[in-house]
């Protein structure tokens, strides 16, 4: 049998050799105690890196989002976000179930929402409005099809937030993707943002792990709340061993990825069948169909082995990642042309 080319998902990679032996290595403890090595010494790395004052490892990304909603916020509280964002699409309702806050969505551009647009959605300090507390970017947006911030966006949104004492959180599952797509530091995120969210089960390689990151005193109500959501490990420290190898070796390569995912985007807009392809900025390919037609082309990729996914009924979705190799990214362009 042929193997698959899996583009479902940048979550599908299975860890390398290389960070299967520096896991084989780890040394560990129980974290709960703070006394995982591993896990101190991933969560200091990250820190550094943003040079923001501490971290958290969790589980999943939508652990890290949620908790960083639950400190930001009381019950009753607003949350304004981007229609399209994976903390309001994607996470079960967790902002209601685990805050007890409300969402005002914005109808960005491919998912990136802008500082006017914040600055209209606060609410009035009126008894008879929600309490507006935090704003959520995503960077890379997923279903925005992977598209960037532009750095100076974001230091307008943090003006606006700073002048109305509202904290700013990033989901940056794929922020990685971003900083080398546009030639940013961890760093200059760092300096803007309360809080940061990371993924490094996605294109990084990991089988298994986020970070959170922000203040000291943010980090140590958060581990708390990790806690309380059941999210406080043990001898984790060989999951977070895959972190640390993926943040010293699967960060530069990400733009094997981003090459990969423009040349196949390059393919499937010559197609008479697509009515659009988003902008493909990093590692994310969507594009539309007539109305009803994604799952069958998404059928008919399967025939020739090639996975991807049906987002909506009129939008397929491809992504990049490490498991991908050239030889992958040729033969799905040739399957492509031959469509
Ligand atoms: C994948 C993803 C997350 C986190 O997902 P988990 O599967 O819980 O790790 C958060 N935000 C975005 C934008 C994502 O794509």
Sequence with gaps: METKIDFRSD??????????EAMMQAPVGDDVFGEDPSINALESLAASLFRMEAALFCPSG??????AIKCHTQPGDEVICDESAHIYQYEGGGIAFNSGASVKLLYGDRGRINSEMVNAAINA???????????CLENTSNRGGGSCYDFEAI???KEVCASHQLA????GARLFNALVAKREKPDQYGALFDSISICLSKSLGCPVGSLLLGKSDFIKKARRIRKVFGGGMRQAGFLAAA???????????LKEDHTHARLIGEAIVKKDF?????PVETNIIIFELEDNAAPQLVEK??????????????????????????????????????L
């Design 243 to 253: 972190g640390i190898y993926a943040l010293h070796n699967n960060v530069y390569r």
């Design 168 to 171: 700013l959180h990033l989901d």
């Design 125 to 135: 300090d009126d008894v008879h409005k929600a309490r507006t507390s935090l704003v």
């Design 62 to 67: 939508t652990m890290t989002n949620q908790i």
């Design 11 to 20: 979550t599908v990679t299975k860890p390398s050799p290389g960070m299967l």
């Design 301 to 338: 990729l399967k025939d020739h082995q090639v996975l991807a996914y049906a987002i909506a009924p009129n939008r397929v979705r491809l992504v990049v990642h490490l498991d991908i190799t050239p030889s992958m990214a040729e033969k799905t362009i040739e399957i492509i042309n031959k």
């Design 155 to 157: 230091r307008k949104i």
């Design 274 to 278: 697509v009515k659009e392809l988003l």
